[in-house]
Structure formats: structure tokens, C-alpha cells
């Protein structure tokens, strides 16, 4: 099976919570991580991290740096995720897509839910991202 390019939003407020949302299909059906999902053809990374958020979450956001690639192998699946940082621009908040909900969260509350494997050091790396992308804007 050849690897599937993926993309992740990991997005920050003006709180410095992250965004996060719960799936609603497998792999990891229940849990909760930033959203994203495949790269459609002819996108750039970018412009799929933007389209996957909006989906997810109905915001709009300006996408930032690369934080974080991970790879994620399972049984019928190999995903190659390249997660970028991004603030919201505009949008309703709702969960949309393949999302059963989504919700701002501390990382305090990111550390008491089920999440993806991982999800909290990936964050806290893609805080720093965002910190010093922020800055020089």
C-alpha cells in the first residue's frame, strides 16, 4: 500500500487554546485530534489545510508554517501528515464534515480527553510554531 498525503490545522486563539475535533470515521472513530485529513489532487499543502479546517470546523483560517510530519500506519491504511499552524480569519464555529464535534481546548482539557496518538507533544511543538510566526506578523 502506497503512503496517502495528509494535512493537519493545528489552530491557536488569542487564549492559546487549540482547536480540536472529535472523528466520526476510522480511523480513530471517537477520538479527538486538530482537523485535517487527505490532500485532493492538484491542492498544495496549503490550500488543503485551509479546505480540511473549513470543512471540520466551518472557520477560516490563514495557514503558517509547517509545524510537525508524522506518519501513522495501521491496518488498510499509511498516512504521511504534514500539519501547518493557523489563526482563524473568519467563519461560524461547527462541526462539519466527518467531525461529530469540535471544540476549543486548554491544554490542561486536551490532557483529560481521548485523543490520537501523540496529539499533546504535537501541539506543544506546533505552540512554539505558532508563538514565533505570530511574532513577526
Not at 493545528?10 to 482547536?19: A, H, K, Q, S, Y
Not at 480511523?27 to 488543503?48: A, F, K, N, S, Y
Not at 508524522?70 to 482563524?88: C, K, S
Amino acid at each position: 500500500m502506497s503512503p496517502t498525503m495528509a494535512v493537519g490545522g493545528i489552530v491557536f486563539d488569542e487564549d492559546g487554546r487549540v482547536l480540536i475535533v472529535q472523528r466520526g470515521k476510522p480511523p480513530g472513530e471517537g477520538l479527538w485530534t486538530v482537523p485535517g485529513g487527505r490532500l485532493e489532487p492538484g491542492e498544495t499543502i496549503e490550500q488543503g489545510v485551509a479546505r480540511e479546517v473549513r470543512e471540520e470546523t466551518g472557520l477560516v483560517v490563514e495557514v503558517g508554517p509547517h509545524a510537525e510530519t508524522l506518519e501513522r500506519v495501521g491496518e488498510g491504511y499509511h498516512y504521511v501528515i504534514h500539519d501547518h499552524v493557523a489563526r482563524v480569519l473568519g467563519g461560524t464555529l461547527r462541526a462539519g464534515d466527518d467531525a461529530r464535534a469540535v471544540r476549543w481546548v486548554t491544554a490542561a482539557e486536551l490532557a483529560t480527553l481521548p485523543t490520537t496518538e501523540g496529539l499533546q507533544p504535537v501541539v506543544e511543538r506546533a505552540r512554539a510554531t505558532y508563538g514565533a510566526w505570530c511574532a513577526c506578523m
